[in-house]
C-alpha cells in the first residue's frame, strides 16, 4: 500500500547526509591542497551516493508498481488506503514491517558492499606501498 514511502524517507535523509559530506571533503581538499597525496581512496560520500541509489531506485519502482495496481492516485488523498479507516490501520502496519524492512535490508546490503569496498582498498594500498618498498630496495 504505502511501503515504499520508508525507504523514501530514508533517501530523502541520506541525500541531505550527502550532500554536508560532500561539502565538507571538498572544503578539506582545498586546505590540504598543499600537501595534496595520490589517494585511491573512494570518497565516503561516493558511497553514500551508491545508498542513495539504491533507495531511490527502489522506491521509484515500487511506487510505480503501487500506481500500476492503483493504490495510488493523482487526486486526494492519493493513497487509496487513506480512504477508509480500516484500510490506514492496515496501511500503518504495511509500513511499520514491509517498509521498515525493506530499509534495513536495503542498508545492511549497502553496509556489506562498503565493507567490501574498504577492504579492496586496504589490500590495494598495501600491495602498493609493498611494490614501493621492493622497488626502492633494487636501486641501491
Known amino acids: ?3 515504499f514511502l520508508v525507504p523514501t524517507a530514508e533517501a530523502i535523509v541520506t541525500t541531505i547526509i550527502t550532500k554536508t559530506v560532500k561539502n565538507k571533503e571538498a572544503k578539506a581538499v ?10 585511491e ?4 560520500s ?3 551516493g551508491w545508498l542513495n541509489n539504491m533507495l531511490w531506485g527502489g522506491s521509484a519502482l515500487l511506487a510505480f508498481e503501487h500506481l500500476w ?8 488523498p492519493f493513497l487509496t488506503a487513506t480512504a477508509d479507516q480500516a484500510d490506514t490501520t ?6 511499520a514491517t514491509v517498509g521498515v524492512a525493506m530499509a534495513v ?13 574498504n577492504a579492496i582498498e586496504k589490500r590495494a594500498s598495501k600491495e602498493g606501498n609493498t611494490q614501493l618498498t621492493e622497488n626502492c630496495g633494487d636501486v641501491q
Open 1 to 3: 500500500m504505502a511501503c
Open 30 to 39: 582545498t586546505v590540504d591542497s598543499k600537501n595534496a597525496e595520490i589517494s
Open 41 to 44: 581512496k573512494i570518497p565516503f
Open 46 to 48: 561516493r558511497k553514500l
Open 69 to 76: 495496481h492503483g493504490e495510488i492516485t493523482p487526486w486526494f
Open 90 to 95: 492496515a496501511m500503518l502496519q504495511e509500513m
Open 105 to 117: 535490508i536495503v542498508t545492511a546490503l549497502w553496509g556489506c558492499m562498503v565493507i567490501a569496498s
